[in-house]
């Protein structure tokens, strides 16, 4: 039985970024108001320790900034406080997020020798119009370089893709998708834009230069995305931005922020696939469908809505889904009568 995991995660917000990208506020995106120091990562693990049992792979997290663009010496200083910890054992391993063009030999050899195994990269996109459009700052081949230098090293690769930015299109992001799977990352995070205030892009989108990317723009468009990752064996980890009680309370002023927003791409995909499966019923029959343990919610959709849509779509009398013996993710027909 592979062990259980926990992330146990540390926020340096905008820490070392050389510039601001127009849709991030880090402050407002974690709920973090200022950069941990090495103390608070002394304390978020003491006080982490006491919540899980010893069996559980405890992993340090420093997320919400571009760690390895921090001046060095205070890369170590937060490196070292957790040091201990992973050498007896407490911690399994150390995993942070930064950008593509901040990654060289130099830096690999310190996160190697501090017992750093995940390297998460903000690629956000591969097209050139909306890296510029976004103040980005790097460029996609920085990406393909980062990528191909951290999985030579033996490092465990998560990169990051948005929807939805400046000058995006869904034929960029989907080949933003495709350009990503080529550099064979362990995971995904998918990021569909949400304008937050106090950034450039909200002010942007006040101006009028910037349209908004709705949540219903963003689900269509990740029901085609998560499946290729998928079918490439590549698991997507993450769906959207992790609610926070700033995002919802206001923070999050338009764009596609949903607090189950990865539920509403699952539902949307089971939703295209019963379409498929469905497509040659004869209107006026009863159907019952088969889903995995545990999916039915998924296949129903909120409120009934995928329900509601395959029975007006293929005039069925009736439609119900049952949960049986099938793999996660495949949808069967359990039976078909005329009603
Ligand atoms: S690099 Fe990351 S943390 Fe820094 S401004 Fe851009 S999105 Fe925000």
New binding site residues.
């Given amino acids: 039985m592979t062990p259980k995991r926990v992330i146990i995660p540390v926020f340096v917000p905008?820490a070392g970024?050389p510039?601001?990208?127009v849709f991030?506020n880090?402050r407002r995106i974690s709920g973090a108001h200022r950069p941990a120091d090495e103390n608070d990562v002394v304390a978020a693990i003491e006080s982490a320790k006491g919540k899980f049992r010893p069996e559980t792979a405890a992993e340090l997290a420093f997320y919400?900034?571009?760690f390895t663009a921090i001046p060095a010496e205070e890369q170590e200083r937060l490196l070292r406080a957790a040091l201990p910890f992973v050498r007896s054992g407490e911690i399994s391993s150390i995993r942070l997020s930064t950008?593509p063009d901040c990654i060289d030999e130099e830096i690999i050899d310190r996160l190697l020798s501090f017992g750093v195994t995940t390297v998460e990269l903000?690629a956000q996109s591969m097209s050139p119009e909306v890296l510029a459009a976004s103040n980005?700052g790097h460029t996609a081949e920085d990406t393909r370089r980062a990528a191909r230098l951290l999985k030579e090293k033996g490092f465990s690769l998560i990169l990051q893709m948005m929807t939805g930015l400046p000058e995006d299109t869904p034929e960029r992001s989907l080949y933003t998708a495709s350009e990503l799977i080529k550099l064979e990352p362990d995971g995904v995070r998918i990021y569909p834009t949400v304008i937050v205030r106090d950034t450039e892009l909200y002010d942007m989108w006040k101006r009028g230069e910037y349209r908004e990317h709705t949540v219903r723009d963003a689900v269509e468009l990740c029901a085609e995305i998560v499946p290729m990752f998928l079918s490439n064996g590549i698991p997507v980890i993450r769906l959207g931005l992790n609610p926070t009680d700033d995002l919802s309370g206001g923070d999050a002023a338009a764009g596609a922020y949903h607090p189950a927003f990865g539920e509403l791409v699952y539902s949307e995909i089971y939703r295209r696939s019963a379409a498929e499966l469905l497509k040659n019923t004869k209107r006026g029959t009863d159907v019952v469908l088969g889903v995995a343990r545990g999916k039915t919610s998924l296949m129903v959709g909120q409120k009934r809505c995928n329900i509601v849509s395959l029975k007006e779509q293929f005039g069925l009398n009736s439609l119900k889904v049952r949960e049986t013996d099938v793999p996660d993710g495949d949808i069967k027909i359990l039976s078909i009568e005329k009603g």
């Fill in positions: 905008h970024c510039n601001d990208c991030c880090q919400g900034g571009s950008r903000g980005r």
